[in-house]
């Protein structure tokens, strides 16, 4: 089966839909198994599936969370979705579905609530982040730039690299 098929066979079994209170445990189970995600703590979760539910995503395939993409406008920018967290769980990764994921977020979110802007930030090792990210700038024609938002040294001696922030837009029309 060629990559584009099994894209496609994967898509068909999966649902997406906002998480719910219930979810926090397991988000942070497939943030565990997800690194260089970091983890943080099972009440993070809950707080986020609780406080941040409807500009989030959850995938399900077989009642399993196989992934999920936490986000949220901050209060100082309105017209902003940060992008917090993207986790596939490590057998479904390389299958498209955090573009999946993204896309949805996307239609859901920069389209019909009118945001102009997609923001996250991804360390300099995290490969597979920056090109999920730059790939969704380039499938819906919008900008990408990148700048350092917090320095190693912004997270002490934690041995953190540095986080560079990525703007994705502006969006001008439906994504």
């Known amino acids: 089966m060629n990559a584009r098929m099994s894209e496609s066979a994967v898509h068909c079994q999966l649902t997406l839909r906002q998480p719910m209170r219930r979810d926090g445990a397991a988000l942070h189970e497939l943030v565990a198994s997800c690194p260089p995600l970091d983890l943080n703590s099972r009440y993070a979760y809950l707080l986020f599936c609780h406080h941040n539910a409807g500009s989030s995503v959850i995938a399900e395939s077989g009642g399993a969370l196989v992934g999920a993409i936490t986000a949220y406008v901050p209060p100082a920018q309105p017209d902003t979705l940060f992008v917090w967290q993207v986790a596939v769980a490590p057998h479904m990764q390389g299958q498209g579905l955090g573009a999946h994921m993204l896309d949805h977020l996307g239609h859901q979110w920069l389209a019909r609530r009118q945001l102009r802007w997609l923001e996250t930030t991804i360390s ?10 730059t790939g969704f700038a380039r499938r819906h024609g919008v900008g990408c730039t990148t700048a350092t938002l917090f320095s190693a040294s ?4 934690s041995g953190h690299e540095e986080e560079c922030l990525y703007k994705i837009g502006p969006w001008d029309r439906a994504v």
């Open 124 to 133: 300099p090792g995290n490969g597979p982040s920056q090109k999920l990210f």
């Open 154 to 157: 912004d997270f002490g001696e």
